[in-house]
T-cell receptor
Framework: NAGVTQTPKFRILKIGQSMTLQCTQD?????MYWYRQDPGMGLKLIYY???????DKGEVPNGYNVSRSTTEDFPLRLELAAPSQTSVYFC???????????FGQGTRLTVV | AQTVTQSQPEMSVQEAETVTLSCTYD???????LFWYKQPPSRQMILVIR??????QNATENRFSVNFQKAAKSFSLKISDSQLGDAAMYFC????????????FGAGTRLTVKP
């Protein structure tokens, strides 16, 4: 059982470039989330989805976009990357009956 | 908005001894959940223990236990018989029982275990 899979694990972007962080889960979870973790800090919610076709902003959505065309996939798009987006990004999912969320292994993104 | 505060940026403990990590939270909700996650250098977020707000009994998982004080909005983690593998960042997290079910995290406590 793969759980939550994120790709890539590491990436270096130049300022102004764009990229998509991929997230897929095989647990048929309806809730999916994107968090960012800045050095020495906790996780902050970027975007979330409560089901296919439904997305909404979290605490820190500026500079990001998401889509949820299927239950399994929840990609995070960075447009015009900025140094402030240097962070570790976590995708997570949760089913209706789960108490806790399940996390992917994270993507370390550096914008230079 | 709900907030989670971890007032100890760093803690250390001698191997085989006990350590307590502190967490307080702020909410006006009655239905919520609390968690402690462990993040080792691998970055993986590993659930250590969970507590449902409606349960008065403190949760325990082997060497890990919590002291849940609902009125004081306090949720501390006690690690007994500390092991070298317990060294990690520990995050306290709050999840609402309604809406999007998203979690709010504290800033974390870095735990060092001395041999």
């Amino acid at each position: 059982n793969a759980g939550v899979t994120q790709t890539p694990k590491f990436r270096i972007l130049k300022i102004g470039q764009s990229m998509t962080l991929q997230c897929t889960q095989d647990m048929n979870h309806n809730y999916m989330y994107w968090y960012r973790q800045d050095p020495g800090m906790g996780l902050k919610l970027i975007y979330y989805s409560v089901g296919a076709g439904i997305t909404d902003k979290g605490e820190v959505p500026n500079g990001y976009n998401v889509s949820r065309s299927t239950t399994e996939d929840f990609p995070l798009r960075l447009e015009l990357a900025a140094p402030s987006q240097t962070s570790v990004y976590f995708c997570a999912s949760k089913g209706w009956r789960n108490t806790e969320a399940f996390f992917g292994q994270g993507t370390r993104l550096t914008v230079v | 908005a709900q907030t989670v505060t971890q007032s100890q940026p760093e803690m250390s403990v001698q191997e085989a001894e006990t350590v307590t990590l502190s967490c307080t939270y702020d909410t006006s909700e009655s239905d919520y959940y609390l968690f402690w996650y462990k993040q080792p250098p691998s970055r993986q977020m590993i659930l250590v223990i969970r507590q449902e707000a409606y349960k008065q009994q403190n949760a325990t998982e082997n060497r890990f236990s919590v002291n849940f004080q609902k009125a004081a909005k306090s949720f501390s983690l006690k690690i007994s018989d500390s092991q070298l593998g317990d060294a990690a960042m520990y995050f306290c997290a709050y999840r609402t029982g309604r809406g999007n079910n998203d979690m709010r995290f504290g800033a974390g406590t870095r735990l060092t275990v001395k041999p």
